[in-house]
């Protein structure tokens, strides 16, 4: 069974940052890539920033410029810097832990963590 630990949100004013963290631990054996969903209230999730096992990136359009993706390979974590903060960026963020197995894939979710943006 793996765990996904998030960290860093919170509530912060339009236009200051907030940087998020995920790790990783339990069975995890053959990483695809880890990444950052949100869901905002009566809206269904949706992808927020990618990075796969070979350090390439992705991006939700409504994000890029703002947010940056990126792993610490050796304490299986990854991390969602956010800066430029909109209202509309508020929403629960889950952190993503895809692996691969048996010729497929497989999905791990965090708990998830509240991000509020608001004056």
């Known amino acids: 069974q793996v765990q996904l630990v998030e960290s860093g949100g919170g509530l912060v004013q339009p236009g200051g940052s907030l940087r998020l963290s995920c790790a990783a631990s339990?069975?995890?054996?053959?990483?695809?890539?880890m990444g950052w969903y949100r869901q905002a209230p009566g809206k269904q999730r949706e992808p927020v920033a990618v990075?796969?096992?070979?350090?390439?990136?992705k991006y939700a359009d409504s994000v890029k410029g703002r947010f940056t993706v990126s792993r610490d390979n050796a304490k299986n974590t990854v991390y969602l810097q956010m800066n430029s903060l909109k209202p509309e960026d508020t929403a629960v963020y889950y952190c993503?832990?895809?692996?691969?197995?048996?010729?497929?894939?497989?999905?791990?979710w965090g708990q998830g963590t509240q991000v509020t943006v608001s004056s």
């Open positions: 339990g069975s995890i054996f053959s990483i695809n890539a």
């Open positions: 990075i796969t096992i070979g350090d390439s990136t």
């Open positions: 993503n832990l895809q692996q691969r197995y048996g010729g497929g894939l497989i999905d791990s």
